[in-house]
């Protein structure tokens, strides 16, 4: 070792170590010497991205994060307006069931199902939404209480 080795930094000696084995590496060609890919195992760490990927192709869960991510995205997909007026209850077995707060809302989205279902095939993937059904609002019950009289008319009959 020369005294200028001496008077180099940890890092500057590292430099220059690695500059003179690359030197002969280049010069002398040898298999040793030769990049090997290295092969994955199932103990290499992973990021959690590609382990949950494994999992859901694994147990063939594919289905149904595709309908996770239509209900996740749902504002994304049709817009702000319309989920704003019209939620989704469920999808199974194909069957997208949607909830919309009015008739006139859902007689529109039953117009428009045909570019709802090609929205969604483009966004998540072909195949999620086979059919899509629209439920109106709710109508409010009339019925109060554990008893009631076939063919009356409820709590409606005392007003007047």
Known sequence: MSDDEGQKSGADLARSLLAAARKTAKANPSKKNRKVKPTRTSRDPTTFADALTGLVAERAWSGDVNVGALFGTWPELVGSELASHVAPLSCHEG????????????????????????????????????????????????????????GGRGPRDTYG
């Open 95 to 150: 069957e997208l069931v949607l909830r919309a707060d009015s008739t006139a809302w859902a007689t529109q989205v039953r117009l428009l199902a045909e570019e709802l279902k090609a929205r969604i095939d483009s966004q998540l993937g072909t195949g999620i939404v086979k059919t899509i059904t629209v439920n109106g609002p709710v109508a409010p019950s009339w019925k109060k209480g554990p008893r009631s009289v076939r």
